[in-house]
Structures are given as C-alpha cells and as structure tokens.
C-alpha cells in the first residue's frame, strides 16, 4: 500500500515542474550533447556522457526526491541517498577513472540502447499525453526518476567494452520500484520498467561488465 494518493503523487509532479522550470528543457540540451558527442566521435565524450548522466541522477536525487518527494513518501529520503550516490559512482566511473567510453555500436545491443533512448527522451512524454498526464503534472526527461534509468539502460548499452558492476545495481532497483509503483498509480510510460531487468542481462554477457575493482581496460580514456 502506497502512503500517498495518486492525486498527491501528480500534484508532487506540477509543484516539482513549475519550481525548476526552464531546467526541463537544459536536461534535453544535456542529453542532445551528449548524442551528437557521440555520434560524432567528439574528444571528451565519454567524461561528457559520464558527467551528463551523473548530474541527471544528483540532481533528481537531490531535487526531486530529497526536496518534493520525501514530504508525502518517507522513503523518499532513501531514494534521494540512493540517486546521489548512483550519480557519484558514475561519476567516479567515467571522469576519475576513466572506465566508461560510449560509441555508436552495431547490432542489437545499440539498437536496443538507441530504442530505450529515444523512448525516454521522446517517447516516454507522448504516451504521458497519450495517457491523459498533461504538463506540468508528468514526469519530465532527465530530472525526474524513471525517465532517467530508462535513458542511463540506453545510454549504458552503448558503452564499451566493460561497464564497472555496481553501476547497475540501483538502476536496477529503481526499474523494480518504479516500474511495479508504476502500475498502481497508473503511469502506462513507465510500464517498462519492469521489464529493464533485461538491460541488466543484456549488459552482463561475458566481456560486457567488469567487477568493481577491476582494472580500467587498456587505452582507456
């Protein structure tokens, strides 16, 4: 049983929406860098897609759950320490480290990450409208918590050759508590989340995911 309405958990949407605005429209800027960068082959890239979706997930941590969120669910506050810490292990990941490098990958792991991309960042929004959720009560690309998984599912199918671990665990967590919370308060975009869990598969094939304390793969940015 959920401790919140479906009527607050909408009106947590508008409040969110109204307060950060024009920042809906800086996280489409963000991610727009992001895919030309890679797509393009750009220098900084890859510490350009590991710090964009690290800011996504900070400040959704921070600003979403920890500021909106947590005055009508307690768990939020939970959510918010998980979201920050999931943005500091990108971060630590792919600008310290070094240990992410994104490029445009053929067959059907980047068809997949190319489709779960573009539904988070198109998609996503015209099955909210098709669903009835008008702006600003409907979660927005980039800062609010389902559509950033889906796109960091996306953009994580795209990297190469190894992806440290322990930066799947809480987007997989997420896609769960989302994903089923999604049903009960009727959210038909965020449906597919449950079924994210096959990202997770698709990333742990052999030679796609390293152990945490693995070395940085050779050549390596």
Known sequence: MLPFTREQFFAV????????WPVQYLAYL????MLVALVRGWPGRDRLVSGGLAAMWVWTGVAYHGLYFAPINPAALGFAALFVVQGVLMAHAGLMQGRLRFEVRPGWRGLVGWCLVAYAAIVYPL???AAGHRYPEMPSFGITPCP???????MLLLAAPV????????PLLWSLVGGSAAVLLGVPQDWPLLIS???LVLLLWPGKVQPG?????QGAA
């Open 13 to 20: 949407f508008a409040a969110y929406n109204e307060a950060v």
């Open 30 to 33: 963000l991610a727009l860098a």
């Open 127 to 129: 099955l909210g409208w």
């Open 148 to 154: 950033v998984t889906l796109f960091t599912f996306g």
């Open 163 to 170: 992806i440290p671990r322990r930066l799947l665990v809480i």
């Open 197 to 199: 869990g096959l990202c």
């Open 213 to 217: 304390n693995s070395s940085p793969p």
